[in-house]
């Protein structure tokens, strides 16, 4: 039986859940693929922890809510060196410039370990590069949880649809803010009652800005676009609406008009071969397929040449989903 040995860096609420399915699965994983897969490393921004043996939950859920220390001499990458892992799960903050992820990513695929990507910032940053190094090396670069976790996309499009020349992709890939507009729409709260609202659900962040100001989207059409089609996009050039203008005198006109408000991320191959990307608040028919996408789903919507067109809606966002995009992952990787 193969032992697979798994590190995660960054050990927020989506790392923990990374743990816990790990440890949920391990006899499926045996039973399917007779892989003995084994987390041993975990590590966090001034700390790390290590068991060659696998770290079990009583271990991992201690280390999670044991405050860390400055510690001003912690390296992490030595410490990633150091595990020798055969699998690296990124599930750190997403970062503009890449951070510590595009580093860690970086150093797997150079060094014989695979590497599964849940944070976005590296993939935006650096989506060719990483997997340039990925085919130098004979590693894996996965990249579910990065592009909408549960609403499966890069798979979509670079599996179940290999063969096919995908013309556009049009979707809701954030459920933080279709959940806001519905909210506005369905039971008439301010921009700013409703993000109140999906904080204190846990559905968005402190900081709601990435979401609703359509950087979240954009980032996900950054990394579906370089990946899927091959294309150069540049995250600060996409076009990119927000949410946070929108009034009540907006949606008592969408709803007059019947239309609903819909945050959408298109990408377009052009016939020249050139890809553009856009990030749009449209107000769609009642009879647009999107119409109908409420809460926290997401959908997806594709247009190929000889298969026709494809839809897809649902998808969890919470951070197991994340978690078990991950994972989804982390299978395909064992079982090749």
Known sequence: MKRWNIMVTGFGTVGQQVARLLEQRRERYRELYEADVRLVGIVRSSSGLYDENGIDSGKWANYAHTKQAGNASWNALEFIKSVQADVLIEAGPSEKEGGPGLTYIRYALENAMHAIAISKGALVVDYAGLAALAKKHGTALKISGATAAALPTIDLLQYNLAGCEVK??????????????????????????AVELAQKMGIAEPDPSYDIDGWDTASKLTILANAAFGGQV????????????????????????????????TI????????????????????????????TTKAIRVETDVMGDLLVV???????????????????????
Do not use: Y
């Open 168 to 193: 556009r992709v049009e979707g809701i890939f954030t459920g933080t803010t279709n959940f806001v507009l519905t909210k506005m729409m369905e039971e008439g709260l301010t921009c700013t009652e």
């Open 234 to 265: 540049n995250l600060t050039d996409i076009e990119r609406a927000s949410i946070r203008e929108i009034t009540l005198l907006q949606i008592e006109t969408w709803k007059k008009h019947a239309k609903i408000p819909k945050l959408i991320g």
């Open 268 to 295: 377009q191959k052009e016939a020249n071969g050139t890809v553009s990307v856009a990030v749009e608040l449209c107000a769609v028919d009642f009879t647009h397929p999107f119409a109908s996408v409420s809460g």
């Open 314 to 336: 649902g998808g969890k966002s919470d951070p197991v989903a994340a978690a078990a995009a991950a994972l989804k992952d982390l299978e395909h990787i064992i079982s090749r």
